[in-house]
C-alpha cells in the first residue's frame, strides 16, 4: 500500500471534504425534501464556481477589510495568564468585529453569492439574533430584501437584537410553532425558501445542515484560523499547543481549529453547552448524551430520545443551545483529531466575570464556555505551554441576561 493510501485511511484529505454528496465520512448529506435538491444542487454549484473565482475572493477580502474588521487581533491575555498560573493564554478577539461576532464573515461570504446568483432577497434564521444582525446589516449594506425568522420565545429573550435587526430594514418574523426557538425557525425559513427558491436565498448560519452549507460556511469562517496561525508564529514563533472554541452548530470552531488539522501537536478542543446538567433536557453537549440520528437536512450527533423525538436543550447561552453538531465535527471527533469538552452553566459565568475583571473584556456567554475549559486546563500546564481560545463574540448583549442569572435585576 502506498503511503498515500495509507494517509487516507486515518484522516481522509481534508480539502476534499466533503465528498460530492456532501459527506464528511458517514455523516452530513442532502436529507431534504426532494423540492430542496434543485436549489441545493444550484447554490452547490454557484458556490464551486465563486470560490475558484479571483474576482470573488477579492471582493470577499476587500469587504472582510473594510466593512467587518479583519484582520482581527490575537491578543495575549497577560491577567489572565497571571491568574491562572499556568499555560499562556492567546485570545483571537472574533468579539471586535462588525455587529459583534464571527457570524458576519458568513453572512458576508453568502450575501455576495446571493448577489452573483441574482437572488433579490435572502431569508434567516436567527437563535439569539446575532445571525440575524450580521444578515441585517448586510442586506442593508448591498440593499437586498431581508426576512429574518425567530422562534416568539426567542424574540421576547432578546428584544434589543430584534429592533437592531428592524432599523437595518429586515422584517422579523415571529415562529409560533413548537417551543418557539431556533429549531421551529430554521423550519419556517426552510418552508419559506422551498416557496421562494427562484428569488430567494437563504443564508444558514452555521457549519450545519444539507450540503453545502456545512461546508461553505467552514470555508468563509476558515479565515479565523488562516489569520491565527501567521500571527501565532509572529508572536511566539510556534504554534500554539491546544486551540479551544465553543460549539453551537459549530461555525466558529470548524473556522478556528481548519488551519491546524494536519499538525498533529496542535490539540484541538470543543467546547459544548453543560447547561444544568448531563440528563435529557438539561444541557446541550450532543457528544456527550448524542445519537447517531437525521435533523435539519444532515445525518450527525444530535439530543434525541429513544423513539428519535428531538429532546429539549437547555444553555445559559442562546447560541449553543441547540439539539444538533455540525458533520464536520462529528467526522474529527470519531477520527479523534477534535476532542468535545463541556462546561456548565455555573463554570460559563464565572469565566465570564474572571475575564471582565482580569482583561475587561466582556465576553459573549458563548465564548465563555470556551474560557472557562481554559481556565480549567491552563493551570494544570507548564508556563512555556500556549492555549489560544477563540473568543467568538462580545458580551454587551448578554449583559441582562448574566445579571439576572447572576441574581440582579437592572433598572430599566
Ligand atoms: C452563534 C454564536 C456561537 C455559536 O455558533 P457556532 O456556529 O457554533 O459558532 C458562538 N459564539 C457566538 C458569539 C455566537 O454568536
Known sequence: ????????????????????????????????PETLMTPLAELTAAYETARRDPAFQQELAFLLKQYVGRPTILYFAEGLTRHLGGAKIYLKREDLLHTGAHKINNALGQALLAKRMGKKRVIAETGAGQHGVATAAICAKFGL??????????????????????????????????????????????????????????????????HPFPMMVRDFQRVISKESREQMLAAEGKLPDQVIACVGGGSNAIGSFFEYLDDPAVALTGVEAGGRAIAPGEHAARFAGGKLGVLQGCLT???????????????????????????????????????????NDTEALAAFQLLCRTEGILPALESSHALAHAVKVAPTLAQEKVLLVNLSGRGDKDVWHAAKVMGEELAV
Not at 500500500?1 to 452530513?28: I, N, W
Open 1 to 32: 500500500m502506498s503511503a498515500e493510501t495509507c494517509k487516507k485511511e486515518t484522516v481522509a484529505p481534508r480539502f476534499l471534504l466533503p465528498d460530492a454528496g456532501g459527506h464528511f465520512g458517514e455523516f452530513g448529506g442532502i436529507y431534504v
Open 145 to 210: 430584501e431581508c426576512v429574518i425568522y425567530m422562534g416568539a420565545t426567542d424574540m421576547a429573550r432578546q428584544a434589543l437584537n430584534v429592533y437592531r435587526m428592524r432599523l437595518m430594514g429586515a422584517e422579523v418574523r415571529a415562529v409560533t410553532a413548537g417551543q418557539q426557538t431556533l429549531k421551529e425557525a430554521v423550519n419556517e425559513a426552510m418552508r419559506d425558501w422551498v416557496t421562494n427558491v427562484r428569488t430567494t436565498h437563504y443564508i444558514l448560519g452555521t457549519a450545519y445542515g444539507a
Open 301 to 343: 450527533y444530535i439530543l434525541q430520545n429513544y423513539d428519535g423525538q428531538i429532546e429539549g436543550t437547555h444553555s445559559v447561552s442562546a447560541g449553543l443551545d441547540y439539539a444538533a453538531v455540525g458533520p464536520e465535527h462529528a467526522y474529527y471527533w470519531k477520527k479523534g483529531r477534535i476532542q468535545f469538552a463541556h462546561a
